[in-house]
């Protein structure tokens, strides 16, 4: 894991973690990181937990099988563990589920699994306060969950078009669709309210071939990175209210990873290891005027 001060664009020395690396959680305060990571070929994973201010790492928690993304409870001391369970004596992976672990324990709770005919978990979040979490999954279901108990709240069924892409932040859902199943270029992104079930009118976004959006802090604004449109990569801001669509911010490299900084004012984009930044880069991103800055080069 490397930490980096994105105001000066300084990398700090790398901590290292047993095995590779799957997804990172941060505390509450951001006193702690949590890293869940499996040794190549295995299907188990562990959790590795960080103290930021000394930068050392504590004792392993067994993470389950084939660990893939962590999210924290709202006090910070529950992780909540997507992966796979193994369906057959062949080895094969069923259905994903969602396992709680405590942290200060290592023990693990019942999981959450999701079936036929709801389909893959596409996202999963837990809402402000901590108490509900909702999935997203596959068929276009978003499910509410209730952490204390693992019971689930009544379905919301997004429906309409070919659904590319469901993210989840804080009480609002918002999906990517295509008009047709035989293309992945989004034509339109849809609200939708968790709390009231409401589904918000579809809004356009010019047939873009998007990747996961990534909404600003305030739910005003989603972010849609486009791998090539027309023919570079770009990032363009949708206002979520009236759907108008702003300039596109040309990037001068393909990126993996978006987040939007909490005032809006900046993203920071993860760029891919290729033979000019052999260990990754992140990609600092004007929000305001619309400019990517300097790369700032990762270290092993």
């Given amino acids: ?35 869940i990571s499996s040794a190549p070929g295995a299907a188990d994973g562990t959790i590795t937990p960080i103290d930021l201010a000394s930068r050392k790492t504590g004792p392993l928690i067994d993470a389950g099988l084939s660990p893939l993304e962590l999210f924290l409870g709202g006090d910070g001391t529950t992780a909540y563990i997507k992966g796979s369970k193994k369906a057959t004596s062949s ?64 379905s919301i069924k997004l429906g309409g078009g070919t659904i590319i892409r469901v993210v989840i932040g804080g009480t609002h859902a918002y999906t990517v669709r295509a008009s047709h199943s035989s293309h992945s270029y989004a034509t339109t992104l849809t609200t939708t309210n968790l709390v009231t079930g409401i589904i918000g009118r579809p809004v356009p976004i010019g047939g873009l071939n998007v990747d996961v959006p990534a909404i600003s802090a305030d739910g005003s604004t989603a972010y849609v990175y486009s791998p090539d449109n027309p023919g570079t990569p770009a990032l363009t801001s949708l206002t979520l209210a009236n759907g ?57």
């Fill in 244 to 300: 108008i669509l702003g300039r596109p911010i040309r990037l001068p490299y393909p990126i993996d990873h978006l987040v939007v900084a909490p005032d809006g004012g900046a993203a920071y984009a993860l760029v891919a290891p290729d033979g000019g930044h052999p260990f990754g880069a992140v990609l600092p991103i004007d929000l305001k005027q619309g400019t990517a800055g300097a790369l700032i080069q990762l270290r092993s």
């Fill in 1 to 35: 894991m490397t930490p980096i001060d994105l105001r000066k664009g300084v990398v700090a020395t790398s901590i290292r973690i047993a095995g590779v690396p799957q997804d990172i959680g941060i505390a509450p305060g951001g006193a702690a990181a949590y890293v």
């Fill in 91 to 154: 080895g094969d992976y069923g259905p994903d589920m969602i396992t709680p672990i405590t942290l200060a324990t290592g023990l693990r709770h019942t999981p959450i699994t999701f079936t036929s005919p709801n389909g893959l978990l596409y996202d999963f979040e837990i809402a402000p306060g901590g108490a509900t979490a909702y999935a997203a999954l596959e068929d276009a279901t978003i499910i509410p969950i209730r952490l204390a108990t693992g019971g689930r709240g009544k």
